[in-house]
């Protein structure tokens, strides 16, 4: 062999073993990539308590509760489903009732969620793609006909 060609084997063989070691990652994280789950997927998917994920839908009509200090409970929903969600430290500023939201944390053994970070959505006419392709799918999308031009917004 020359040179040129056990080079070539060279570069070859890295990218095989880099390719392998790509598809077993994706392959372990493949529950991981959803960037979250609506409160009927943590149904459909027996999601066990004390597994860390995301949560996300609107936030439900009349369900605020404002507890002790930092305090808060609220429920999440996707129009089929929704789960109690408790936090016990500031809220951002644009988080309110029938707004999108994302929480990221466990469910305990009692069903709530143990949210430990909330986020809201970042303006007026953003809604996460996924939650408008949710809500659209559930008939409650309020939005414009065309889920990804609205997400853009």
């Known amino acids: 062999m020359t040179?040129?060609?056990k080079r070539g084997a060279l570069i070859a063989g890295c990218l095989v073993v880099?390719?392998?070691a790509a598809g077993l990652v994706l392959f372990a994280l493949k529950d991981s990539i959803v960037f979250f789950h609506s409160p009927s997927d943590v149904v459909e998917k027996g999601i066990s308590p004390g597994t860390r994920f995301r949560l996300g839908g609107l936030v439900e009509r009349g369900s605020l509760?404002?507890?002790?200090?930092?305090?808060?409970?609220?429920?999440?929903?996707?129009?089929n489903a929704s789960r109690k969600v408790?936090?016990?430290?500031i809220l951002p500023d644009l988080f309110r009732e029938?707004?999108?939201v994302v929480a990221e944390g466990r469910l305990n053994a009692a069903g709530y969620f143990e949210a430990d970070n909330v986020l809201a959505k970042h303006d007026?006419?953003?809604m996460p793609p996924?939650?408008?392709?949710a809500l659209k799918k559930q008939g409650v999308w309020k939005?414009?006909?065309?889920?990804?031009?609205?997400?853009?917004?």
């Open 18 to 20: 880099l390719a392998i």
């Open 143 to 153: 939005g414009g006909s065309d889920v990804n031009s609205e997400a853009k917004q």
């Open 65 to 79: 509760v404002r507890g002790d200090g930092l305090a808060v409970t609220f429920a999440v929903t996707d129009g």
């Open 98 to 100: 029938e707004q999108g």
């Open 86 to 89: 408790v936090y016990n430290k």
């Open 124 to 126: 007026e006419t953003y």
């Open 130 to 133: 996924e939650v408008a392709a």
């Open 3 to 5: 040179r040129k060609q």
